[in-house]
C-alpha cells in the first residue's frame, strides 16, 4: 500500500481521522465555511419561525407582498387600516369575531417570518461579496499554520476552485423561496375559496413545494460549508515529503500520482474495510433521502390539519391501515387521496417516521458494531467523525420519531408541534454531517485513488490538471 503523505501526517497529527479544520491558521478557507454554517443556523430558525406561524394560523394575516419588506403598523389607525385590508379576504369570513389584538398577534408572526427571510438574503448577499472581493486569506497564516505543507502559497480567496457557482445557485434559490412563499399564501386569498366550508389553508402542495425548498436550501448550505472546512484535506496535495528541496522536486514531477490526505486514507484502507465503509456510508445516504421525504410528508399533514385525527398509536382507529378511510371516491383522480385525504396523508407519515427511524439505528447498529468497522492492520473503515454521527443519527432520530408519537398523542400542541418539526431539521443535520465525513468511500473518491487515474490536485506552484476532487 502506497505510505501516508506528508500532508496526511500533517493533517492527522492535528486530529485522528479526516477532521474538518475550523481555525483559519489551519484552513484559509474556513472563514467561508463557518459564514455558510452561520447561514444554515438562519434558515434553520427561519423553519422554525415558518413553523409557528402555521400552527399559530398567521399566514394568511398579510394579504400583499413587497419584494423589499416593509415595518409593521405602528399608529392606531395604520392597524386598522390594516385590519380592514384582511377582512376583505375569505379567512376572515371564518374568524368575524376576531379582535384588533387577536388579528396584531397573528401579523406579527407572518410579518417576522417574512422579514427573517430578506434577514437571511441579506446576511448570504454580503457575506458572499465580502468573501468575493474583499476577504483575502494573509500568507503568514498559512505559512504557519501545521497544514502549511499542503497550503498553495498561491491562494488569494477565501473561496475554493469551483465553489462560486455553489454560492450563485444558494443565492438563486434563496430568491426563488421568497416567490414560492407568496405564491403558496396566495392560494389561500383567492376568491374560489369563499365558499370553502372548511377551514381556510393554503395548499398543501405549495407549503410542501416552499418548505421542500427551504430544507433543500438548508442542505446545500450545510454540506458546502462542510465541504469548504474540509478543502485541504480533500483537495490539496503534499508538495514535500520530508520537507527537502530535492523531495519537493521530486514531489512536483510526479504530481499526477499526488494524493491528496482524503484520497490517501482512501488508499490505504483494506478491501473489506472499504466495503464497510461503502455499505455505511449507502446506508446513511438512504436515511437522509427517507429523512427529506418524511419532512415533505409533514408538510402535507400540516397543510391537511390531518394531525388531530387519528390521535392514537400505534394503531389508527382500532386498525394497522383503515383502507376505508384512506380512500375517498369523490377524489378524481383517485392519486388525489395519497396528498389530501387525511386518514392516507398521516399513514404515509407514520409509515415513512417509523422506517427513518429504523433506517437509522439500523446503519449506526452497523457502522459501529459490525467487526468490519475496525481492522488493526489498515486503520478503521469509520474515522472518529463517523462514529461520532452515527451516534448522533441513532440518537436523534429516535428521540424525533418519540417526539412525533407524543404531538399526536397529546392532540398537536404548538409547542410540541413546533419542536418535532424542528427535530427533522436535527435528524438531516446528522446525516448530512455523517454523510459527508464518509465521502473517502464515495465512487468519485474511489475513482481518483484507481491506478492510473490521475486526480486534480493542488501543489504551491498551483493546480495540476486532472479529475476533479469534489
Same mark, same amino acid.
Given at each position: 500500500m502506497t505510505p501516508p503523505s506528508?500532508?496526511?501526517?500533517?493533517?492527522?497529527?492535528? $486530529?485522528?481521522?479526516?477532521?474538518?479544520? /475550523?481555525?483559519?491558521?489551519?484552513? @484559509?478557507?474556513?472563514p467561508l465555511g463557518k459564514w455558510l454554517l452561520g447561514t444554515s443556523s438562519l434558515v434553520f430558525g427561519m423553519v422554525h419561525i415558518g413553523g409557528v406561524t402555521r400552527l399559530t394560523k398567521s399566514g394568511l394575516s398579510m394579504t400583499d407582498w413587497k419584494p423589499l419588506g416593509s415595518r409593521p403598523p405602528?399608529?392606531?389607525?395604520?392597524?386598522n387600516t390594516e385590519f380592514e385590508r384582511y377582512?376583505?379576504?375569505?379567512?376572515?369570513q371564518q374568524r368575524q369575531s376576531m379582535t384588533l389584538d387577536?388579528?396584531?398577534?397573528?401579523?406579527?408572526?407572518?410579518?417576522?417570518?417574512?422579514?427573517?427571510?430578506?434577514?437571511?438574503? +441579506?446576511?448570504?448577499?454580503? #457575506?458572499?461579496?465580502?468573501?468575493?472581493?474583499?476577504?483575502?486569506?494573509?500568507?503568514?497564516t498559512a505559512a504557519a499554520a501545521d497544514t502549511a505543507s499542503i497550503i498553495p502559497k498561491t491562494i488569494t480567496s477565501a473561496i475554493p476552485p469551483g465553489y462560486q457557482s455553489r454560492l450563485a445557485l444558494l443565492f438563486a434559490m434563496g430568491g426563488t423561496q421568497g416567490l414560492v412563499g407568496w405564491w403558496m399564501v396566495k392560494s389561500g386569498l383567492g376568491e374560489n375559496r369563499r365558499g370553502d366550508r372548511n377551514e381556510i389553508r393554503v395548499s398543501p402542495y405549495r407549503l410542501a413545494s416552499h418548505l421542500g425548498m427551504a430544507v433543500g436550501t438548508y442542505s446545500m448550505l450545510v454540506w458546502t460549508g462542510l465541504g469548504a472546512l474540509s478543502f485541504p484535506i480533500d483537495?490539496?496535495?503534499?508538495?514535500?515529503?520530508?520537507?527537502?528541496? &530535492?523531495? =519537493?522536486?521530486?514531489?512536483?514531477?510526479?504530481?499526477?500520482?499526488?494524493?491528496s490526505a482524503l484520497q490517501q486514507y482512501t488508499k490505504n484502507l483494506s478491501p473489506s474495510a472499504l466495503r464497510h465503509?461503502?455499505?455505511?456510508?449507502? #446506508?446513511?445516504?438512504? /436515511?437522509?433521502?427517507?429523512?427529506?421525504?418524511?419532512?415533505?410528508?409533514? &408538510?402535507?399533514? =400540516?397543510? *391537511?390539519?390531518?394531525?388531530? =385525527?387519528? *390521535?392514537?398509536? @400505534?394503531?389508527?382507529?382500532?386498525?394497522?391501515?383503515?383502507?376505508?378511510?384512506?380512500?375517498? @371516491?369523490?377524489?378524481i383522480p383517485k392519486w388525489r387521496n395519497m396528498f389530501e385525504t387525511t386518514a392516507t396523508v398521516q399513514w404515509n407519515h407514520r409509515?415513512?417516521?417509523?422506517? /427513518?427511524?429504523?433506517?437509522?439505528?439500523?446503519?449506526?447498529?452497523?457502522?459501529?458494531?459490525?467487526?468490519?468497522?475496525?481492522c488493526a492492520k489498515a486503520g478503521f473503515s469509520t474515522t472518529p467523525q463517523v462514529r461520532r454521527g452515527?451516534? $448522533?443519527?441513532?440518537?436523534?432520530?429516535?428521540?424525533?420519531?418519540?417526539?412525533?408519537?407524543?404531538?399526536?398523542?397529546?392532540?398537536?400542541?404548538?409547542?410540541?408541534?413546533?419542536?418535532?418539526? +424542528?427535530?427533522? +431539521?436535527?435528524?438531516?443535520?446528522?446525516?448530512?454531517?455523517?454523510?459527508?465525513?464518509?465521502?473517502?468511500?464515495?465512487? *468519485?473518491? +474511489?475513482?481518483?485513488? &484507481?491506478?492510473? *487515474?490521475?486526480?486534480?490536485?493542488?501543489?504551491?506552484?498551483?493546480?495540476?490538471?486532472?479529475?476533479?476532487v469534489l
Open positions: 506528508a500532508a496526511a501526517s500533517s493533517i492527522t497529527s492535528i $486530529s485522528k481521522g479526516l477532521p474538518i479544520l /475550523t481555525q483559519s491558521n489551519l484552513n @484559509p478557507h474556513a405602528i399608529t392606531l389607525d395604520e392597524w377582512k376583505q379576504y375569505p379567512e376572515y387577536e388579528f396584531k398577534y397573528i401579523f406579527y408572526w407572518e410579518w417576522g417570518h417574512r422579514m427573517m427571510g430578506r434577514v437571511v438574503g +441579506l446576511v448570504f448577499g454580503s #457575506g458572499w461579496a465580502y468573501f468575493t472581493w474583499i476577504h483575502r486569506p494573509t500568507t503568514a483537495s490539496y496535495a503534499s508538495a514535500a515529503v520530508g520537507g527537502s528541496k &530535492a523531495a =519537493a522536486t521530486t514531489t512536483e514531477r510526479s504530481a499526477s500520482t499526488a494524493l465503509a461503502q455499505k455505511v456510508r449507502m #446506508g446513511v445516504l438512504s /436515511t437522509v433521502g427517507l429523512t427529506g421525504v418524511t419532512i415533505l410528508s409533514g &408538510a402535507f399533514v =400540516a397543510g *391537511n390539519d390531518a394531525g388531530n =385525527a387519528y *390521535n392514537t398509536y @400505534p394503531l389508527m382507529n382500532h386498525q394497522w391501515m383503515p383502507l376505508d378511510d384512506m380512500i375517498d @371516491p369523490e377524489k409509515v415513512l417516521g417509523t422506517c /427513518t427511524a429504523l433506517s437509522a439505528v439500523g446503519v449506526a447498529g452497523y457502522g459501529l458494531l459490525n467487526p468490519l468497522g475496525r452515527l451516534i $448522533s443519527l441513532g440518537t436523534v432520530a429516535t428521540a424525533q420519531m418519540s417526539l412525533g408519537i407524543a404531538t399526536l398523542l397529546n392532540y398537536v400542541p404548538i409547542s410540541l408541534a413546533a419542536t418535532h418539526q +424542528l427535530g427533522s +431539521l436535527v435528524v438531516l443535520t446528522c446525516g448530512l454531517y455523517t454523510a459527508h465525513s464518509l465521502r473517502y468511500a464515495s465512487r *468519485n473518491v +474511489l475513482s481518483k485513488v &484507481a491506478i492510473g *487515474n490521475a486526480p486534480k490536485v493542488v501543489t504551491p506552484r498551483g493546480i495540476v490538471k486532472g479529475p476533479a
